[in-house]
């Protein structure tokens, strides 16, 4: 369960005084006991490294594990790297007002044919499923493009690995094929592993850590194993950062969740059949976009649980149709329903 409270006052561990919380929220979050305070500036200039550096201070004061820090304006390079970059038991995001409406809903639905997963993004960071090198999505810290995290040698990447028949194979049997393709690389790389944290559902986690010479920084990567695949996040971290990056992957192994994408994609093949002249093997790249489409319809239905059908604010991906989707909530069978008010589209997203 978690408390939000507003206008609080917390005994400073350190000052022995009272401080002034705007927003307090308390609870268990995916197993995570955690305390978050939320600081509001109404000033008319970008925040400065000195009052980041106040509200670190406090952050500290009153034992939170995260703070987040919102203006009116904007925040200096320097506010923003002694945000990023300070302690790393305390773990801090800043924002800015009038961007505050894109991160609603920091939420994604990764997919490979049928198999996905809901993954809420980690603390201060966003999912990105359009700018993408290597799996199906890239994470990193919000603010930035890929480019630049990756010049930080701070982002991930997701995968999937399809079961198909063999129920057997294990997240050991995939690190052991995944270690090999490393060691080919540098054959005096060490691994290092750690159990991941329970999850309430009993699926498998473990993380290995991967040191290789090539590589600018350590690797890291998180393995759950669900009934259909075994999906994985791909950490990069410079090893200064690597104890709240650690946080950030393990929160991620404790939320996800899978799900199954139930549509009818006839009409997406019968579009790459019309353009390339024949029907692909697998389903075309920018098939993967789609999970954007995805993602909203989950956002917009989860905001407001319509049991009936019920008009979106989202539009039709199917090329030419300017039609709304319409969604409800099927809270028996934990499905959603959704359909194009124009088109044949229409779908149930299941598993959830």
Same mark, same amino acid.
Not at 94 to 121: C, H, M, R, S, W
Not at 278 to 307: C, G, H, N, Y
């Given at each position: 369960?978690?408390?939000?409270?507003?206008?609080?006052? #917390?005994?400073?561990?350190?000052?022995?005084?009272?401080?002034? #919380? $705007?927003?307090?929220?308390?609870?268990?979050?995916?197993?995570?006991?955690?305390?978050?305070?939320?600081?509001?500036?109404?000033?008319?200039?970008?925040?400065?490294?000195?009052?980041?550096?106040?509200?670190?201070?406090?952050?500290? $004061?009153?034992?939170?594990?995260?703070?987040?820090?919102? *203006?009116?304006?904007?925040?200096?390079?320097?506010?923003? %790297?002694?945000?990023?970059?300070?302690?790393?038991?305390?773990?801090? !995001?800043?924002?800015?007002?009038? =961007?505050?409406?894109?991160?609603?809903?920091?939420?994604?639905?990764?997919?490979?044919?049928?198999?996905?997963?809901?993954?809420?993004?980690?603390?201060?960071?966003? #999912?990105?499923?359009?700018?993408?090198?290597?799996? +199906?999505?890239?994470?990193?810290?919000?603010?930035?493009?890929?480019?630049?995290?990756?010049?930080?040698? =701070?982002?991930?990447?997701?995968?999937?690995?399809?079961? $198909?028949?063999?129920?057997?194979?294990?997240? !050991?049997?995939?690190?052991?094929?995944?270690?090999?393709?490393?060691?080919?690389?540098?054959?005096?790389?060490?691994?290092?592993?750690?159990?991941?944290?329970?999850?309430?559902?009993?699926?498998?986690?473990?993380?290995?850590?991967?040191?290789?010479?090539?590589?600018?920084? +350590?690797?890291?990567?998180?393995? +759950?194993?669900?009934?259909?695949?075994?999906?994985?996040?791909?950490?990069?971290?410079?090893?200064?950062?690597?104890?709240?990056?650690?946080?950030?992957?393990?929160?991620?192994?404790?939320?996800?969740?899978?799900?199954?994408?139930?549509?009818?994609?006839?009409?997406?093949?019968?579009?790459?059949? %019309?353009?390339?002249?024949?029907?692909?093997?697998?389903?075309?790249?920018?098939?993967?976009?789609?999970?954007?489409?995805?993602?909203?319809?989950?956002?917009?239905?989860?905001?407001?649980?319509? +049991?009936?059908?019920?008009?979106? *604010?989202?539009?039709?991906?199917?090329?030419?149709?300017?039609?709304?989707?319409?969604?409800?909530?099927?809270?028996?069978?934990?499905? #959603?329903?959704?359909?194009?008010?124009?088109?044949?589209?229409?779908? *149930?997203?299941?598993?959830?």
């Amino acid at each position: 369960m978690t408390i939000i409270k507003f206008d609080q006052k #917390i005994s400073g561990k350190y000052s022995k005084v009272d401080r002034q #919380i $705007d927003i307090l929220i308390e609870g268990n979050i995916a197993g995570f006991v955690l305390k978050i305070i939320v600081d509001c500036k109404y000033f008319s200039k970008n925040i400065d490294v000195k009052e980041v550096e106040s509200f670190c201070s406090m952050v500290e $004061d009153v034992d939170a594990h995260q703070g987040v820090l919102i *203006t009116k304006k904007g925040f200096s390079p320097a506010a923003i %790297n002694r945000a990023y970059y300070g302690n790393q038991k305390v773990e801090l !995001d800043i924002i800015n007002f009038d =961007e505050i409406k894109q991160f609603q809903g920091l939420v994604a639905f990764p997919y490979v044919d049928n198999y996905t997963v809901v993954l809420p993004a980690p603390f201060g960071w966003v #999912i990105d499923i359009k700018d993408k090198i290597n799996g +199906i999505a890239s994470l990193y810290q919000r603010g930035l493009t890929l480019k630049q995290a990756q010049k930080k040698k =701070e982002w991930m990447y997701l995968e999937f690995w399809k079961l $198909d028949d063999d129920r057997d194979f294990t997240i !050991d049997n995939l690190i052991e094929i995944q270690n090999k393709g490393i060691q080919e690389i540098d054959a005096s790389a060490i691994f290092e592993y750690k159990d991941g944290l329970s999850r309430i559902d009993n699926y498998q986690t473990k993380i290995r850590i991967a040191y290789v010479k090539s590589y600018p920084c +350590i690797e890291v990567t998180g393995f +759950i194993k669900f009934e259909n695949f075994i999906f994985f996040a791909v950490l990069f971290t410079p090893v200064e950062l690597l104890e709240r990056n650690l946080r950030k992957l393990n929160y991620m192994l404790s939320v996800c969740k899978p799900a199954t994408l139930t549509f009818d994609n006839s009409l997406l093949l019968q579009q790459s059949h %019309n353009n390339t002249g024949s029907i692909p093997k697998k389903i075309p790249k920018q098939a993967r976009e789609i999970s954007a489409f995805f993602s909203l319809v989950m956002d917009e239905t989860f905001e407001k649980l319509p +049991i009936e059908l019920t008009p979106t *604010t989202i539009r039709c991906f199917r090329k030419g149709c300017f039609g709304i989707i319409s969604s409800s909530m099927d809270l028996d069978n934990n499905e #959603i329903h959704w359909k194009c008010s124009e088109c044949v589209n229409s779908g *149930t997203i299941t598993g959830l």
